[in-house]
């Protein structure tokens, strides 16, 4: 092999992201020494120094992970670790579709696929990044409804350049699928005379190293136009710093952006004159004095600190106001101050006492140990209005989960400590489309109907009247916030919503009522302050269409086209395609995951709809993907 060659070789090694694990010196340096040596014998000192290296993967056999970097030596472990961590059973899968060594070929290269654009390979929700998409995988509810999602004749090509799993996952099957990996129509490398090439061997079941070396130098461009391969491109190092500084310094922007935003007074005047908000947490404080007396409590996101003065005021001992504004951060102090409650730190640490009682950091509580002294697990009550849009919206949960496992000791309360998404669909009421029937007089329909439609792509945060709901309400989840995990953020639920047979909007006084039209659903909250804490007063939060408007509004989501619900008893015609006038559904089944945004404090949100008609017919609607921003 001529130095040329070797140098050839080398470069598409490199530029292969080491697909192909580069030899060690002194093996290169044996080889280079005989520059002149023919091609059998060439041949011969591959076949040694494969069966050589064989032991110490020379190849670079490890097992790569569908998901994530994790590599293993047996693709059983893989396979166990995809299916705990990644919720990707794919022995359960094989098994449940029945899949040959074709489809089962295939799946690989679709997951592998998918993954590398950071897409769920079950309900294509698309992630900014691989750790977003790690977050958002879940279980499969229907393997038959996406079993055509991998089945293509492209996905029989290797998605990644010489992937051992491909040949190693049916090495114990039985010899006619030995002998249908042979005759795969697509390999990863083609041979300039003979089209395809053969698996060299059963034992690896991937390329002989010569040949694939080779094939590379003299068919890199016809390979790759011909079979569309992509390459894994290691990333260098400075690189990857810039990178994550890059991360970093977006982070640090929207926060500096979100925290910015709350020093408006006119948010905290929207926030204080919530009467809904105040009083259910006028009544979880006040109303339960042996909670607060003589407490530590801590106060995470306290804004104008209207929470640390009732705790204050419950009898709390100490109450530790932490805000991110800097702006904010001063308020809380002054008006702390001007109400002889604002504990001197200062005072404090000369005299080693304070009649005061609340004390106001600047800094996110990620941070606090940076601004303040205070012992872990020394917090009596964790007291947070951390709740947005959507209930997730400026994902500020996190900081709020963060304080309690930093902070809060064990067995100690955390205020609210329920948190429940709710869900329920609405009319035609609560679109736009009413208003542009009629504008004084004039037809405008076709105004409503493109808002409508751009509806579909974007969530819209406004009041939706009770009266407008067409079907009952569901809980969508439940957050147990003493208890859940920081990961239990990111969720994917499953309800069913039922015609509400006693929709206002329908004139009609029979039980079968007509169909009404769906066209979407909105989501609410409520947040619990439960006996579990307050054994004295009980409260409730809760921003439902049939409660008292709050600032936080309802979220809706629009669907594509509406869809035709009405009570069983109604009379469907089985030709007519399901939700349509003609064959109304009888129950409409969601599947919805919220997820944080990649872009930072945001978060994104799928939703799968079924009709179900009378007759058990079901019908789906393409999945629709919306980002709150």
Not at 441 to 451: A, H
Request: charged share 25%; glycine share 6%; net charge negative.
């Amino acid at each position: 092999m001529s130095t040329l060659s070797r140098h050839t070789m080398d470069q598409l090694t490199k530029d292969f992201d080491k697909e192909i694990p580069n030899m060690d010196n002194s093996k290169r340096e044996e080889e280079e020494d005989d520059p002149d040596e023919d091609q059998e014998d060439e041949q011969d000192d591959w076949d040694d120094w494969n069966a050589d290296e064989e032991g110490e993967e020379a190849f670079d056999s490890n097992f790569l992970c569908l998901f994530c970097n994790s590599k293993y030596n047996d693709c059983n472990m893989l396979f166990n670790h995809c299916n705990s961590v990644h919720y990707f059973d794919f022995h359960s899968i094989r098994r449940n579709l029945g899949l040959d060594f074709y489809g089962s070929f295939k799946i690989i290269n679709y997951v592998r696929s998918q993954v590398a654009e950071n897409r769920c390979w079950s309900c294509g929700l698309s992630c900014q990044s691989n750790l977003d998409l790690q977050h958002h995988l879940h279980k499969i509810l229907n393997l038959n409804d996406i079993k055509a999602l991998w089945d293509d004749d492209k996905y029989l090509k290797p998605f990644k350049q010489n992937d051992p799993l491909l040949y190693s996952f049916a090495e114990d099957e039985e010899d006619d699928d030995e002998t249908a990996r042979e005759n795969l129509p697509f390999h990863a490398n083609q041979n300039q005379n003979n089209g395809m090439e053969d698996c060299s061997s059963a034992s690896h079941g991937y390329l002989n190293a010569a040949r694939r070396l080779e094939a590379k130098i003299e068919n890199t461009v016809e390979t790759t136009e011909t079979l569309g391969l992509k390459y894994d491109v290691q990333e260098d190092n400075q690189l990857k710093i810039a990178r994550q500084i890059f991360d970093r310094n977006d982070i640090k922007n929207a926060n500096e952006n979100y925290f910015g935003s709350y020093g408006s007074f006119g948010i905290h005047r929207e926030m204080l004159s919530d009467k809904v908000r105040m009083e259910a947490y006028m009544k979880a404080i006040l109303e339960n004095p042996s909670l607060f007396q003589n407490a530590a409590v801590m106060d995470v996101g306290c804004g104008t600190g209207i929470l640390s003065l009732f705790a204050a005021k419950a009898g709390a001992s100490r109450v530790i106001a932490v805000e991110a504004s800097e702006k904010m951060a001063a308020v809380a102090t002054q008006i702390a101050e001007d109400n002889g409650l604002w504990r001197n730190r200062k005072q404090t640490r000369d005299c080693g006492m304070s009649s005061g009682i609340i004390e106001v950091i600047h800094g996110m509580v990620e941070e606090l140990d940076k601004n303040i002294e205070i012992q872990p697990h020394s917090v009596d009550v964790l007291l947070s209005e951390w709740m947005g849009y959507c209930l997730l919206y400026e994902s500020m949960l996190s900081s709020v989960l963060f304080a309690r496992d930093r902070w809060l000791k064990p067995g100690g309360a955390i205020l609210p400590d329920t948190a429940t998404i709710l869900v329920a669909g609405f009319g035609v009421g609560g679109t736009s489309l009413p208003f542009w029937e009629n504008v004084y007089g004039f037809r405008m329909s076709c105004v409503g109907k493109e808002l409508v439609r751009d509806a579909a792509k974007a969530p819209i945060v406004d009041i939706v009247d009770a009266n407008d709901l067409v079907t009952s309400p569901a809980i969508l989840h439940t957050f147990d916030l003493a208890t859940m995990r920081l990961d239990e953020v990111d969720f994917t639920a499953m309800t069913e919503l039922e015609p509400n047979l006693h929709n206002p909007s329908n004139n009609s006084n029979s039980v079968e009522a007509e169909a009404s039209w769906c066209h979407g659903v909105v989501l609410w909250f409520e947040t619990g302050f439960t006996s579990r804490f307050c054994k004295e007063s009980p409260a409730v939060l809760s921003s439902s269409p049939y409660t008292p408007k709050t600032h936080w509004s309802q979220t809706i989501l629009t669907f594509r086209e509406p869809i035709a619900v009405a009570s069983r008893k109604s009379v469907t015609n089985v030709s007519a395609p399901v939700g349509s006038h003609a064959c109304p559904a009888v129950k409409v089944h969601l599947r919805l995951s919220i997820a944080r945004a990649p872009e930072h404090r945001s978060i994104d949100i799928s939703l799968e709809t079924t009709g179900i008609a009378g007759d058990g017919r079901k019908r789906h609607w393409p999945v629709q993907l919306f980002t709150l921003r």
